[in-house]
């Protein structure tokens, strides 16, 4: 049955998360912001934490077991931060996961002591393209074997990370089923394009990739000849998200709950006000049904249960709650969330990213 106490390595993780995001995080997030850019002392102060480490078996260089549920407890602290900051630490997940997940024996002694050592690899993935009607089960990328090589092409978005990756592990419809495929960085037919101009998230740097007929080892495809279980994959990519929507509308709620406290109008906090009162109760109960969603979605994962259908509807859920609980949060500010001095506009376009984000995050 679920257990909702969390283990002492647990708590020892997300305490030193929750230092991490609170005492260094949110004193940059708004600057990099406006940047678009991370100071790379933040980045690697964030991967020493050794989150992903603790997710590999000592056999590959790690130094712990995997646990969905873990990853979801570290992702929501992460996202309490600041979204961009969690996706820039999370990228080489992309990768690891994967393969810990579906990848053979000698992909898994290939790849995941990489992710193991004090700087972050320098990989990513793609799997989002730009498409009106796109579906992550029913790619337009394409793979197809010839001569003991697959030919890629296709166009992605979304790619984090793609300029200073040298390796890509790139998703791709093969007779109609979703495989995955590692690409080395200058490898012919491979163009990294420019970066989006996103509406939230500016300060994680993503790119369109372009692939045309690049031509790659059979070997190269993850998981070999039975391939990857590409639903599995998803369903953890979307209970990353989940978590890291959870962390994303809790520091909203508790920063819009915290200014109603402390705003005065009328001689009285604006707390005490029928209208803003409920409003700051109906985005709690929105926060806890979303993290017992995201955690028992992970659960399922971790007991090898079939977690498709909790996993969907947690999706849809969150995908509307976040935007819902930010954008709530900046009318308890009234004229003030709308002004950039104040965290929560920028929380409210990070959160409207959740809808177009599958393949940005995976624990």
Not at 218 to 225: A, I, P, Q
Not at 255 to 276: L, M, N, T
Request: charged residues 20%; glycine residues 8%.
């Amino acid at each position: 049955m679920l257990n909702f106490q969390l283990e002492e390595e647990q708590k020892m993780l997300t305490d030193a998360i929750g230092r991490f995001a609170a005492e260094r995080v949110r004193k940059l997030f708004r600057e990099a912001d406006e940047e678009g850019h991370l100071p790379a002392e933040l980045i690697q102060a964030g991967w020493e934490i050794g989150v992903l480490p603790t997710s590999i078996p000592e056999q590959y260089g790690g130094f712990g077991e995997y646990s969905a549920v873990t990853g979801a407890i570290a992702a929501e602290a992460f996202g309490w931060g600041d979204l961009a900051t969690a996706l820039h630490i999370m990228v080489p997940n992309l990768v690891a996961i994967p393969v810990l997940l579906c990848g053979t024996e000698a992909q898994k002694e290939a790849h995941l002591p990489l992710f193991c050592e004090e700087k972050m690899p320098p990989v990513t993935a793609a799997l989002t393209e730009p498409l009106v009607f796109y579906d992550p089960r029913r790619l337009q990328t394409t793979a197809v074997l010839q001569d003991n090589h697959y030919h890629l092409n296709g166009k992605k978005c979304y790619v984090p990370l793609a300029d200073k990756a040298e390796t890509f592990l790139v998703y791709a419809n093969e007779g109609g089923q979703t495989q995955a495929f590692f690409v080395p960085a200058d490898t012919a037919g491979l163009t990294v394009g420019e970066r989006d101009k996103l509406m939230g998230l500016r300060a994680l740097p993503t790119f369109t990739l372009e692939l045309e007929d690049v031509k790659i080892p059979v070997e190269n495809r993850l998981g070999g000849n039975e391939g990857i279980d590409f639903g599995l994959i998803l369903n953890h990519s979307r209970v990353a998200l989940g978590a890291l929507a959870v962390g994303l509308v809790n520091g909203s709620y508790e920063y819009a709950r915290e200014y109603a406290k402390e705003r005065v109008q009328f001689g009285e906090p604006i707390a005490h006000r029928q209208s803003i009162a409920f409003m700051l109760a109906e985005m709690a109960i929105d926060v806890e049904s979303a993290r017992m969603m995201v955690w028992e979605a992970a659960w399922l994962l971790d007991q090898g249960r079939e977690a498709t259908q909790a996993v969907t509807v947690m999706k849809h859920f969150i995908d509307d709650m976040a935007v819902r609980v930010a954008d709530q949060s900046l009318q308890v500010l009234g004229g003030y969330g709308y002004m950039r001095e104040y965290p929560v506009e920028l929380w409210l376009r990070n959160a409207r990213a959740f809808a177009t984000a599958d393949g940005l995050a995976i624990i």
